[in-house]
């Protein structure tokens, strides 16, 4: 007995080669060991910005002498009841799909014992399909329907969590088949994932349960807790009022009014001024509220979904602290694979790109348009400054502070400026793939 599994240990050595290593394990982390003066700061911001729409609402009541609510405003962003319904009937597409996911797999796991590696080909290239196919059906169907933007946002950033938990899951499950081991192994998988993993495939429950908790690496078993709604009520109340102040922000000081020259530089001005407000609300409305809320309602005991990004001193340790979730999916899934076969800078290049387009992609899907500003933002200007050599760490995190909200308030101002653009000078014709109608806009009011 002893010498078979010696024999079996000696070959699993040589098989873990082909396997790569978790970067990290999944542990029971809470958002409380953050820096005290960061929550203190965090706490403070919020205070003052819970302010603002109060005091809009005070000054449109002043003016027209009686309780002004802007209702209509907030239902374009929302959408009706009746929308929501539409909206939620494409998220439970979305999920159904993705259960019979599973059964794709295990269809693959029969043809793959039968056949061996020829299947592994085939089935590769239906998974990407699906994923093509999915994501365009559930973009045009957003369109189709004339869904309000927030539900357009929803689908689309649903849909890709899903494709990228799908691909965590025939990951990590299809070296289980091809490369088998065992729990009494001493190195390999039994070792690296401090026993959240099992040899066997993963049941279709735990797969159903990765599928809404917040992360995006498969694990059999993750670190559980008791599930606690008054704690998931009040990171709910977070997400909307940082949604409520955002758009507040937006609308009240941010758009600009019109086409004229002196209007765009107003914006302009406001926009680079609330550039990190606005970073900060956005990072406080998903990163915080959303993903915590998620997690106490799954009993999901990790909660460490960011780190203290406002002490970053460059690019990639500012992405990696804002969201170590997505990071940690394209270092496990994507970087670990393509640093082999190309030089590192480069593989840092393509991450760069293909987050920036998904994140070009997905905000136009809710602004209605599609322009390339993190493609310049990040996957140029951030990729070139990633080489600038260290200045000491104070001016490091200065310079990241201030081309952050640099960045972010060039980045609102094009956005709206195009939004007013297409709503005054765009008609009916705009649509997602027109381009810029600002430059053309812009020469029709001011000559």
Same mark, same amino acid.
């Given at each position: 007995?002893? +010498?078979?599994?010696?024999?079996?240990? !000696?070959?699993?050595?040589?098989?873990?080669?082909?396997?790569?290593?978790?970067?990290?394990? $999944?542990?029971?982390?809470?958002?409380?060991?953050?820096?005290?003066?960061?929550?203190?700061?965090?706490?403070?911001?919020?205070?003052?910005?819970?302010?603002?729409?109060?005091?809009?609402?005070?000054?449109?009541?002043?003016?027209?002498?009686?309780?002004?609510?802007? $209702?209509?405003? /907030?239902?374009?962003?929302?959408?009706?009841?009746?929308?929501?319904?539409?909206?939620?009937?494409?998220?439970?597409?979305?999920?159904?799909?993705?259960?019979?996911?599973? /059964?794709?797999?295990?269809?693959?796991?029969?043809?793959?014992?039968?056949?061996?590696?020829?299947?592994?080909?085939?089935?590769?290239?239906?998974?990407?399909?699906?994923?093509?196919?999915?994501?365009?059906?559930?973009?045009?169907?957003?369109?189709?329907?004339?869904?309000?933007?927030?539900?357009?946002?929803?689908?689309?950033?649903?849909?890709?969590?899903?494709?990228?938990?799908?691909?965590?899951?025939?990951?990590?499950?299809?070296?289980?088949?091809?490369?088998?081991?065992?729990?009494? +192994?001493?190195?390999?998988?039994?070792?690296? #994932?401090?026993?959240?993993?099992?040899?066997?495939?993963? !049941?279709?429950?735990?797969?159903? /349960?990765?599928?809404?908790?917040?992360? $995006?690496? #498969?694990?059999?078993?993750?670190?559980?807790?008791?599930?606690?709604?008054?704690?998931?009520?009040?990171?709910?109340?977070?997400?909307?009022?940082?949604?409520?102040?955002?758009?507040?922000?937006?609308? +009240?000081?941010?758009?600009?009014?019109?086409?004229?020259?002196?209007?765009?530089?107003? !914006? $302009?001005?406001?926009?680079?001024?609330?550039?990190?407000?606005?970073?900060?609300?956005?990072?406080? =409305?998903?990163?915080?509220?959303?993903?915590?809320?998620?997690?106490?309602?799954?009993?999901?005991?990790?909660?460490?979904?960011?780190? +203290?990004?406002?002490?970053?001193?460059?690019?990639?340790?500012?992405?990696?602290?804002?969201?170590?979730?997505?990071?940690?999916?394209?270092?496990?899934?994507?970087?670990?694979?393509?640093?082999?076969?190309?030089?590192?800078?480069?593989?840092?290049?393509?991450?760069?790109?293909?987050?920036?387009?998904?994140?070009?992609?997905?905000?136009?899907?809710?602004?209605?348009?599609?322009?390339?500003?993190?493609?310049?933002?990040?996957?140029?200007?951030?990729?070139?400054?990633?080489?600038?050599?260290?200045?000491?760490?104070?001016?490091?995190?200065?310079?990241? =502070?201030?081309?952050?909200?640099?960045?972010?308030?060039?980045?609102?101002?094009? #956005?709206?400026?195009?939004?007013?653009?297409?709503?005054? =000078?765009?008609?009916?014709?705009?649509?997602?793939?027109?381009?810029?109608?600002?430059?053309?806009?812009?020469?029709?009011?001011?000559?």
């Amino acid at each position: 007995m002893a +010498d078979t599994l010696d024999k079996r240990k !000696s070959k699993g050595a040589s098989t873990w080669r082909k396997i790569y290593a978790p970067s990290e394990n $999944l542990l029971s982390r809470s958002r409380e060991s953050v820096n005290v003066y960061a929550v203190g700061l965090f706490n403070t911001g919020a205070a003052y910005a819970l302010v603002v729409p109060f005091a809009i609402l005070l000054r449109d009541s002043f003016k027209a002498r009686r309780l002004s609510l802007d $209702l209509e405003g /907030y239902i374009t962003l929302l959408g009706y009841p009746s929308e929501w319904v539409v909206v939620a009937g494409i998220l439970l597409a979305e999920f159904i799909f993705s259960f019979l996911i599973y /059964y794709f797999f295990l269809l693959w796991v029969a043809c793959y014992r039968r056949v061996g590696a020829v299947s592994n080909y085939v089935f590769l290239l239906l998974l990407v399909a699906c994923v093509v196919v999915t994501r365009l059906a559930v973009f045009r169907a957003v369109f189709e329907l004339d869904i309000h933007p927030a539900g357009r946002l929803t689908c689309n950033i649903q849909m890709v969590l899903l494709c990228m938990k799908w691909v965590s899951f025939i990951h990590e499950n299809a070296n289980k088949v091809v490369h088998p081991w065992h729990k009494e +192994d001493e190195t390999g998988p039994a070792v690296w #994932y401090a026993g959240q993993m099992e040899p066997q495939i993963g !049941s279709f429950s735990s797969y159903v /349960y990765f599928l809404f908790c917040p992360v $995006l690496l #498969y694990r059999d078993r993750y670190p559980r807790k008791q599930r606690n709604f008054r704690k998931a009520f009040g990171h709910l109340v977070e997400f909307l009022m940082t949604n409520l102040i955002g758009y507040t922000l937006f609308k +009240d000081f941010l758009l600009p009014q019109s086409m004229l020259l002196d209007d765009l530089v107003t !914006s $302009l001005l406001r926009c680079l001024f609330l550039g990190c407000v606005q970073l900060h609300l956005a990072h406080t =409305c998903v990163v915080h509220g959303w993903m915590n809320m998620s997690a106490e309602l799954t009993g999901f005991a990790d909660h460490n979904f960011y780190q +203290d990004w406002w002490n970053s001193q460059c690019l990639g340790e500012y992405l990696g602290k804002w969201n170590p979730v997505i990071q940690e999916w394209l270092k496990t899934y994507f970087y670990a694979y393509l640093k082999n076969w190309v030089p590192r800078a480069v593989a840092l290049l393509a991450i760069l790109v293909l987050s920036a387009a998904e994140h070009d992609f997905l905000i136009g899907t809710g602004m209605g348009f599609y322009i390339p500003m993190y493609l310049v933002e990040y996957g140029l200007i951030g990729f070139l400054l990633s080489f600038k050599p260290p200045l000491g760490k104070q001016t490091d995190r200065l310079i990241m =502070c201030v081309g952050l909200s640099l960045g972010t308030g060039i980045q609102m101002a094009i #956005y709206l400026t195009e939004l007013v653009a297409r709503s005054q =000078c765009g008609e009916a014709s705009s649509s997602w793939f027109e381009g810029m109608w600002a430059f053309e806009c812009y020469r029709r009011v001011n000559n």
